[in-house]
């Protein structure tokens, strides 16, 4: 991402993120309004994974001129994801509802700020993708070599 794309980006976080736990609501707001059949995947109250999403989140958005240093948590997360039951193509729904929470709590909305978001979200959920695959993988090679 250039530097002013993640410049732009920071600016968009602190303005929908100034109060606190509003962008994780309208999240799962908008994530289970595109996929209910997600909802039972999660706890019935989201008070705390609310506040685990935003800290996430924050994290991600401080680091993305370094995404490298965030490749192996985002990977052990993309893994932890498999157990909770997280499917591949979830993660596209996931990022086009973090994409629209955003754009619905934005002032200043447009096709260069959408589009910003959309490439830093993919790169949250590339590393979390490879994880859930590396995992997997793993799994497969612990069995064929007669684990059980
Ligand atoms: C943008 C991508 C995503 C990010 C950044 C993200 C982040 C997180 C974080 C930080 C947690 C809390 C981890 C903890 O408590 O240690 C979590 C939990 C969870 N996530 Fe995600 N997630 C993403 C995508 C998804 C997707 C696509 C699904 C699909 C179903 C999903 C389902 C869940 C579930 C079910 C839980 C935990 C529920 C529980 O505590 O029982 N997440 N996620």
Redo the contacts with the bound molecule.
């Keep these: 991402m250039t530097p002013d794309a993640i410049k732009a980006i920071k600016a968009s976080y602190a303005e929908v993120t100034a109060t606190q736990r509003q962008l994780a609501s309208r999240f799962y707001l908008e994530l289970f309004s595109a996929a209910p059949n ?1 909802r039972p ?3 019935q109250d989201l008070t ?2 609310q506040g ?2 935003e ?3 924050a994290l ?1 958005v401080r680091n993305l001129d370094e995404m490298d240093t965030l490749r192996t948590p985002l990977r052990d ?1 993309g893994a ?2 498999v157990h ?4 591949p193509e ?2 596209v ?3 086009n509802a ?1 994409v629209a929470a955003i754009g619905a709590l934005s002032s200043s909305w447009d096709a260069t700020l959408e589009g910003h978001w959309r490439q830093a ?1 993919t790169a ?2 590339v590393p ?1 993708l490879e994880g859930a695959a590396v995992h997997t993988a793993i799994e497969a090679e612990r069995l064929a070599g007669g684990g059980a």
């Design positions: 997600l995947l999660f706890p705390d994974l685990h999403f800290a996430a989140l991600v997360l932890q994801h909770w039951g997280a499917r979830d993660y729904t996931a990022r973090l979200v949250i959920i979390m």
